[in-house]
């Protein structure tokens, strides 16, 4: 038996600026964010799906992400060849930040893909490449105090070579990760401007984080309907970008259903709102990894994150339909990075307690992953 739920499937009412602003009837908004969260596209809704709806409106959209990350991690099988479990790029890392480029290609060669690029400013790279061999450091963005005093001819010529050198490697990358320790030097994020709109055409997921959110909050179009981008936000930088798309300030009250709108708002983009749950959406469906981390804060565990994100997506990716959850590949990779993140942080802090870094969290990645996913 069906039964008629008289609400409008529509929920892009909701992603506009003026529903944020005459945000009036809490009730019927929940209603039409269960009916999404829940993967309804109908106005008829079966009874236990009543029920289930019924049932979720503590907002627990707690996502199984142990079972997405059993489903979504490739088997390690002797026929592969290099490259066939994740090629990653890192598009970060200048004069001041270092560390955070580092941490999210670092993250994505424990977890298992097979090579991992950084992408930074010449004067980063001899740094970078001396904390690891095993990243591939390309020497080859540019801060305007290293070109001050040049012509606008000289100025492009510059960006069009970046451009040409990222271009080589792009059709070969599964993922992009944008923005960890990149900076906010203008001309540096003018080329990175034309190395996303050339991942856009050449359809390559890019995880946006750190200054890369910087950069999109400022030119949306970069991401706007594009469904492989993927913005990881912690608090400050979700509240610019609420601030800016929707126009409207952050209340915890309507987490769930401002996300969604958000990401709606921006065409569809997926959205990881880093907190003490995390919440993901795709302006479809909303799910949360709360599973325990960890108490310290120390900086780089969102750079770990924009890392794990980008090898689970292409995961996620390259299962295709083979997945049972049905759900978006953006969002399955946000599942599984954040759940992996938090079980490596916590286990890191049994260890470390108070002096627990970036760095003993990263060792603790391969760990958490093989007590779900055993190698063998
Ligand atoms: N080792 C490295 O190389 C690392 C480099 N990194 C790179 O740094 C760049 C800038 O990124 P970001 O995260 O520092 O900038 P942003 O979000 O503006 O925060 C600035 C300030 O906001 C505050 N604040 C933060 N969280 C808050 C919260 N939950 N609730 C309330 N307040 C909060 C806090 O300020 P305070 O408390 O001091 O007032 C914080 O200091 C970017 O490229 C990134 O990738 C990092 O990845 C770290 C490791
Ligand atoms: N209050 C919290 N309680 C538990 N876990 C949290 C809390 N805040 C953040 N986290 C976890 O830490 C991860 C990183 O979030 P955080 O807000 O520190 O990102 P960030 O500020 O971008 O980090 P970074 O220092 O790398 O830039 C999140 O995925 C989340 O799982
Ligand atoms: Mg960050």
Known sequence: MLIRYGVS???ASLGSVKNCMLASSAVFRRQQFLIRSLGGYSDHI???RMQDIR???GTTFEADAENVMREITPVLDPSKHKGQAGKIAVIGGCREYTGAPYFAAISALKIGADLSHVFCTKDAAPVIKSYSPELIVHPILEESYNISGLEDEERRCISS???AEVDKWMERFDCLVVGPGLGRDPYLLECVSEIMKHARQSNVPIVIDGDGLFLVTNSIDLVSGYPLAVLTPNVNEYKRLVQKVLNCEVNDRDAPELLQSLAKQIGGVT????????LISDGEIAKSVSIYGSPRRCGGQGDILSGSVAVFLSWARAKGKATTSQM????LGCIAGSALLRKAASLAFKDKKRSTLTTDIIECLGRSLEDICPAC
Do not use: A, H, Y
Request: charged share 25%; no cysteine.
């Open 9 to 11: 499937t529509g929920f």
């Open 46 to 48: 079966e009874p236990r």
């Open 55 to 57: 049932s979720m409106s």
């Open 161 to 163: 070579k970046i451009l």
């Open 271 to 278: 959205i990881l709102q880093k907190g003490k749950s995390d």
């Open 328 to 331: 978006n590949p953006t969002v």
